[in-house]
Structure formats: C-alpha cells, structure tokens
C-alpha cells in the first residue's frame, strides 16, 4: 500500500520551482536590458555637423524676409474712364521717357476741349464788352466832375463879385447869400460825384476782376483737359523696362485704373517683413544685412510700415550698393536687422536648429564618438553665430545640422 507524502515536502518542492522560475526570469530580463542598453543607434559622421562653442562679439540681429523690387517705378493710371484702342508695347520691353505705351478712345475728350475752347471765347468776350462798359461809365462820370468844377469856379467867382457889391452898397445881402448857398451846394455836388466816380472804380474793377477769374478758370480747364488727352496717349513717365500693361485691345478701363507700370531695374531696394511680435527691434536707421543668392550685402532701414498685416510688419531697406550684379527683381532674400551689440558671449554657430530665442534639445559631443542630448538655453542671434544662455560650456561640440529624425533619441554612436 502506497504512503502519502507528507505535505511540507510537497510545499517545498513547490517553493523551488517557483524560485527556478524567477530566477531564470531575471536572467532573461537582465540579457534583454543588456542587449537593449548596448544596442544604441548609430550616425555616419559625414551625415552631421559639428560646431564649437567658443566665445566672441556677436552683432544681435532678428530675422526677416525680403523682396527684391526695383528702387524705383512708375504706376501710370489711366486719366478717364474709356477703353484701349492699341498698345505700343509689351511687358519686357525697354522704353525712354516719352514713349507712348497705348492709344486710348479719347473721342469724348475731344469734344469736352472744343466745348471748354468756345466757353473761354464767351468769357473773353463778356470780358472785353465788361471794360468797353465801364470805361464809358466812368469817362462819363470823369466829364460830369469837370463841368462841375467848371460850375463851381463860376459861383466862386459869383459869391466874390456879390460881396464886392454888397460893400459898396450896389448890391444887397439876400443877393450875397443866395451865392453863397449855390457855391455850398456846388461843393456838396462835386464832393458827390468824385465819391461815386471813386466807388463806381472800385465796384467795376471787381465786377472785372470776376470775370477775369472766370476765364482764368476756362484756361484751366482747357490746360486739364489738354493734359489729359496728352496723358492719354499713356507716354512713358522715365527710362527703363515696362513690367506690366493694359495690352488687350478693347479692354474697358476706368478713371484711375493701373494701366502700365515702368521699372528701373538698374537699381533695387528690398521689402522686408518681420514677425508682428518682433516689430520693435526694426528701427528707421538699423543697419541691415543681406543674404542674396549666395552674396552677402548691407544696407539700412529706410521706411517702416505701421500697421501690421496678417501678423507682420513691413519695411524697406535701402542698399549700400543698389545696382549690385546679384539682385534681380522678384528675387527672395534672407535679412538680419542688427539692433543690440554684445562685446564678449558663449556663442554657437547659427544653423537649422535655430528659430528663435528659448530651449532646444541639442546633440552634443560626449567622448569620441558618442552624441548625448542635452538640453540648452539660445538667446539671440545674427545670420552667423547664436548666443548660448544655458546648458552648454566653452569648448563644447554640438550637432548644428538637421537632426529631426532622431528627435526622439537620447544617445546616438557616431560611425
């Protein structure tokens, strides 16, 4: 008959498998972490570039974006609401001041200047007639005075006589006061027309100078709408290149429409736009420099706008050199406005990473060829070198080119 075996033994039993297991668990776990730990991914060193931080003047500059465009044009706006009968030339061609660019239906205008050339005629003529006028009433006025004064010599010449006899008894005193009362009212009435004579010249020189005004006016007008027609012709306002023009045949425009645009394109400044936020540090006067198709440029701010459009701030920089042979119109170019000056900074040089002041994670050289993230502090900057506020120490290495794929790496063996 069989013995049942006692259950402590069978406890125990239990309690080192048990134990096996675990332990044989734990080994397998700790090769995992080992091969997982030793397993770190690798980069080819010819894929990288590395960088040393050292210490050095830095020029602080914000970043913007800019426009090539000519440093000068002309919008030329048509002078009447009409169409386009002809055009004498395409974008791209070069003109010289003067030249015509289209021929606009200005029929209308014709007739409009023939109607303004006879008003002008009715105004001289209500002009001349006006003078003819007045001349004779004050010629009239004139010849009334001086038979005044002649009348008044003559009761003059009464009143003496009147007294003459009164004194010696062959006249009588009614008799000398009766000439004395129309020597009296001859004065009055002389005194009376020279003051209407007086005021009669100035009434009609203004009624005249009224009607000069008037056809002061009409020149004016004929002046307009000659200036018109002739603008009509759309002459080229300088020498240099038509960019832009009303061409097609027909085409109806209206009063102050853009018809054509001239260009000089031997000279050129840049618009520039700069993040709403960072709009302060741009000032009228701020020296610029410029990035264009490889070549490095300088100039200055010579114009801000001052609203913000769409998040950005626009301004002008004025070039050092204009006619530079790398600028073309309509060409792109990267700016750096300079704004603060730091003598002696940890810097780093100015790469992909870098899109403004604050933390990035960075690879940073750590022996000979392992790269270790690290985390660090960028102030400001200029196109060349990044000020290095925190995390990172003179001399270090660290990786300046695009490393986004690896962004979620803490270690990375360099092959």
């Known amino acids: 008959m069989d013995k049942a075996i006692d259950k402590r033994i069978i406890r125990k039993e239990r309690r080192r498998k048990v134990l096996l297991w675990c332990a044989g668990g734990a080994v397998a776990v700790a090769a995992v972490c080992w091969l997982v730990a030793d397993v770190i991914p690798s980069v080819n060193s010819r894929d990288i570039t590395l960088a040393e931080v050292d210490r050095g003047p830095l020029d602080v500059a914000v970043a913007a974006t800019g426009q090539i465009v000519p440093a000068y044009e002309e919008i030329i706006t048509s002078p009447v609401s009409t169409r386009v009968l002809k ?8 003109v010289t001041a003067g030249t015509p660019l289209l021929q606009l239906d200005l029929e209308q205008e014709q007739i409009e200047l023939e109607k ?5 005629i009715r105004e001289e ?3 001349r007639q006006m003078q003819l006028s007045n001349h004779t009433e004050l010629s009239d006025l004139e010849m009334r005075i001086k038979v005044s004064e002649m ?9 003496v006589n009147e007294r003459r006899l009164d004194s010696i008894g062959s006249g ?9 009362t129309a020597l009296s009212s001859g004065i009055l009435e002389l005194q009376q027309l020279r003051t209407r004579l007086q005021n009669e010249r100035e009434r009609l020189a203004a009624a005249e100078q009224t009607q000069r005004l008037n056809v002061s006016s009409a020149q004016r007008e004929i002046a307009l709408a000659n200036k018109t027609i002739h603008q009509g012709s759309i002459p080229a306002p300088l020498d240099g290149v038509l960019t832009f023009v009303v061409s097609e045949p027909g085409a109806r425009i209206s009063s102050g429409e853009k018809v054509a645009v001239v260009s000089d394109l031997t000279r050129f400044k ?5 993040a709403e936020g960072l709009s302060e540090k741009v000032q009228v006067g701020s020296r610029v420099n410029v990035r264009v198709n490889g070549a490095q440029l300088t100039g200055t701010v010579s114009n801000i706008t001052p609203q913000a459009n769409q998040g950005a701030v626009s301004f002008v920089v004025s070039l050092d050199n204009p006619s530079e042979s790398h600028l073309r119109s309509g060409g792109r170019a990267e700016l750096y406005v300079l704004y603060a000056y730091k003598d002696d900074v940890l810097r ?8 403004g002041a604050g933390e990035y994670n960075l690879f940073v050289l750590d022996g000979s060829n392992r790269l270790v993230r690290r985390k660090i502090q960028a102030g400001g900057s200029n196109r060349e070198y990044v000020e290095i506020t925190g995390g990172l120490r003179e001399g270090d290495r660290v990786v300046v080119s695009d490393m986004e794929r690896y962004k979620n790496k803490g270690k990375l063996k360099i092959k």
């Not at 055009?87 to 070069?94: H, K, L, R, S």
């Not at 840049?270 to 700069?274: C, L, M, S, T």
């Open 87 to 94: 055009a004498f030339a395409q974008p791209g061609d070069t």
């Open 116 to 120: 303004r050339h006879e008003a002008l």
């Open 125 to 127: 003529h209500s002009l």
């Open 151 to 159: 009348n008044l010599n003559r009761l003059k010449i009464d009143v």
């Open 172 to 180: 009588t005193g009614e008799r000398v006061r009766q000439a004395e």
């Open 270 to 274: 840049i618009n520039g736009d700069v």
């Open 348 to 355: 780093l040089r100015n790469g992909s990473y870098y899109s």
